[in-house]
């Protein structure tokens, strides 16, 4: 029970984090239906800013200020500057030009900064709260946990209560109507990447510091897990994407503590195939999905 | 083997034609270098040899640094005179931990670069896929970056020899080292989930009994989250805990467990217990390292005159580089090789830098003599106990020789220093 | 039809001679070039014609190889030799790449583009732990195959390289022009019916689902085939050689040289064999310091190919291969639409 109780608390912070970043793909997903495959290169470059902000003024929330502005300022160029110019019959080709863009920046990154992990240093303490004898929650778990919940709940507002969500859900699902009301449907698209890159600037920085280091390679498997969760919860649901963040983090703690590391990736696979399987379009997928 | 003939190229109006095109320009271009004596890669001023280490990709971080510091030994060698007169020409080639990369670039090494011999090939799953090639070409392998069993095969691959000590030597003499240091300890050991942490553990197993470790558990290096087994550690009651680990998981188990408030005592191997490369990964948690109990098998210690030559080699000829584990490893790697082809003599050949290396009479810079021998394919057989103390990490007087997997403690014997590093045989 | 066997014989023949000129590293570079190609031709047509994103044919490739080396293998034990033993292992890749490519094309059937990209790349991932639980695969290190040794007959002037060449190029040709067969043909028409609008496709009769397993089938087939080409090559197949970085050369092969064309995928697998290889070559040749020549080597390759796939997607959709020829073509007739650009194919 012990064993348990710890393991699903961790899996449960690094479920967190998956599930802002796997936030990100549902928000670029709703605003311009693309699969940003770069988004994590694009958040290891605001990361990269961020601490040698961090570095300079001593102050982690100037870094985290610059990774937020990193990111919005990538996610603006890149759309206007190559994403506007990719043809936008399907979603295809948008998706291969993301994959050239990661080949660029991790070699640019690469060929800049070498191949060594920078170290990195949490804000908050790493040491859990024991309680009852077992060790839970980290403060800086805490820290992840608030700041994941706010962006949420931000996000939530923002699409749900504001005009300017209103009109980037129009012009994502109906970009000719929108036009047509008025809506400037391009600046629309800028919008969700600006925010969408913010967001994974966001999680890759809280990732950083549990891992190994900061390298270009630092958010690949962030990626890919944080995808699995973007497809099992369903590309357009913000709501999957955080219950589906928190599944996988918590499946993949576990099997790792219970059964060996080996296991997850095949454990992940498993049920995103089993999801998919039954629900072809996510657990939390619009009912009917549009084809094309 | 190679076709010579030249032929004018095919003005193809077919793609395919164009792509062969292509080769055949480089193909002819490549005929017009000079041709040399019987030995491939020896000229009569120099001697090229070649390697594949990653130097990109996730891999890169920990051992990009090596080929760096065997290059930089290479260019202090040659600067003062060579090898009988003759520069050594070292070709690294960047295979990114790939072994599909490792394939062809080795195949451009052999058969394009014409090299000697294959020095220093890093990594278990990139080397052994080019173990049958190098073997069925007969190309000398030799010392070979990683510790696993599979290179001391002297029947199957005559021709190929490992370098770092094995795995099993290493978990054996760390095993055995918690027997002699500690009273009634939990053994646990935290391991790779490869080759590597496997054969580590055969080792701890082979000095401690089958049933001496209480608890393993695994890591894959695709995951760097390690808190599901620390805790798992922690909450059997693990107090001696081996680490079957790279440098980097060596980093994230000692943070992860200070997380935890877990301090157990910490055993690395020699591939991961690298002081100043933790320090690096650790940032402000290095404290942490103070105890860190390591194994090695060269001279990586402040006190040695060997750490002084290459601290001066690597000012002047790496660019004053980071100077970690891996520097002493590169530059320990050079000079073997240097010896081994000095001792071979005036014209060597590829049969007879092998049988120099499996008669035994090579001696290296290690912290004994090395053991290489017809029947035996590593030469690193004996390790020592290093202890970081005081932010610094030197070796205390515990030494191990590891025969058929049986620890015995045995005394440091130390290579001494001669000819400012330049071998002279 | 008869065009195609036309030119596919002339071209495996022109190869086959070819292999005489060249020394053994260029016979092995233009092996694991016809061994990409197998693959790649699948992967184009795959994605060019019936728009499906696969990222996992990396996985499917390494199935082919598998099923050489776990065919081969025992056989070679039991004393098969020659083209017996390499039949018996292509038999292997067939049976394993197209069982895997069977359920992962039943599950295609049901997904849309990103969900499929997802699945593919989930399973890339996942295949080093397949290898490491599964012991039969042989863990990290994988499975060496038999040594296929040039026949006695012509040992006297064919080295093994250009032997081995001499194989990947025959299975590259009986491996692509099936594919060049099916999609200048009835199957080819239905694949980008179903690309174009699904719901057009169903009212004309063509059963969507039924295109798209069948598409991923003879894709996967083709992936098999190349996987089994390498292993012949190298004698080995390991989990670490078909990783996610290779996965998405394959794509790049297969974008840089035009999506769902067939010379399109022989100019892409050339790049990506040639291409690192040239550039290594030139950096190492470079007058730099050694420090900046292991900073660009590798990275530089990546960043070329990572310019070349967003440049041809935004400027060539049809790919190098299309650029050039829709030059020719534009010249003859200029409203024609080549049957190289699937994407202006589907526009209308």
Known sequence: METFVFLFATGVSRGLVIALFALSLVIIWRAARIINFAQAAMAIVAVFVAFTVVGLTGSYWAGLIAALATGALLGAIIERGLIRRVPHVTPLPGMIVAIGLVMVLQAGLGILFGPEHRPVQAPFSESPFVVAGIPVLSPYDLFVLVVALAVLVGLGLLFNRSTLGLQLRASAVAPEV???????????????????????????????????????????????????????????????????????????????????????????????????????????ALKEARTA | MGNTQKAAA??????????????????????????????????????????????????????????????????????????????????????????????????????????????????????????????????PDLFVSSGSLVWNQPDEFPNTFGYNADYVTEGAALGQYILDSEDDPTICLLGQDDDFGESMLEGVEGAVGDDGVAEVQWYSTANEDVTAQIGAMQSAGCDANILATINGFTALALGTAAQLQYEPNWYASSSGGDYPTLVDHLGDAAPLLEGLISVNYLQNTPESDWYELFEDVNEEYNGGAAFTGNTTYGMSVAYVFAETLARTGEEPTREAIVETLASGEVVGNGIVPLTYAEDDHFGNRTVQIAVVEDEVQDFIDYAYQVTDGEPEAVEPDPVPLENEGIPSH | MKNIFLRAALITVLLLALTFLFDSFRNYQLAVIAATFCTVAGLSLLIGLTGQLSLGHAVLMASGGYGYALSAGPAADAGVDGSALVLIGILGAIMLSGAVGTLLGLASARLRGPYLAGLTLALVIALPAFASQLRILGGEQGLSAPYVAVPELLQSFIAPEQWHAWIAVLIAALTVTPLAVMRAGRAGLRMRAVHGDETAARLSGVVPGRVKVGAFIASSLAAGMGGAALCIITQSVTPGGYDLAFSLLLLVAAVVGGLGSISGAAVGSALIVLLPWLIDTAISAADISSALQHRLSGNLTLLIFGILVIVVTIMWPGGLAGAVQSRFVRRRRRRTRTADKPEHATTS
């Open chain 1, 178 to 284: 929108s036009r047509l009301l008025g809506v400037r449907v391009p600046r629309m698209v800028t919008i969700g990447w600006m925010l969408s890159a913010s967001v994974a600037a966001l999680a890759a920085l809280l990732l950083v510091p549990t891992e190994l280091g900061l390298s270009a390679h630092s958010a690949d498997i962030l990626f890919v897990q944080a995808f699995t969760v973007a497809v099992l919860g369903g590309l357009d649901s913000p709501i999957g994407a955080l219950l589906g963040g928190l599944i996988v983090g918590v499946l993949i703690t576990m099997v790792t503590g219970y059964l060996g590391a080996g296991y997850a990736p095949l454990a992940v696979l498993a049920l995103l195939t089993a999801v998919l399987l039954i629900r072809p379009g996510g657990i939390f």
């Open chain 2, 10 to 139: 095919p003005r193809g109006r077919r793609v395919t034609a164009l792509t062969a095109a292509v080769l055949l320009g480089s193909a002819t271009a490549a005929c017009g270098a000079a041709e040399t004596e019987n030995t491939p890669g020896v000229t009569d001023d120099t001697v090229t040899i070649g390697t594949h280490h990653p130097l990109t990709g996730p891999a890169a971080g920990g051992f990009a640094s090596i080929s760096a510091a065997t290059s930089a030994y290479f260019e202090y060698i040659n600067d003062n005179g060579g090898i009988h007169g003759r520069d050594i020409e070292y070709i690294v080639r960047d295979d990114a931990y790939s072994p599909s990369n490792t394939q062809s670039v080795v195949r451009e090494l052999v058969q394009q670069e014409d090299i000697f011999a294959l020095v220093n090939g890093l990594g278990t799953p990139t080397h052994s896929s080019v173990l049958e090639y190098l073997d069925q070409n007969d190309v």
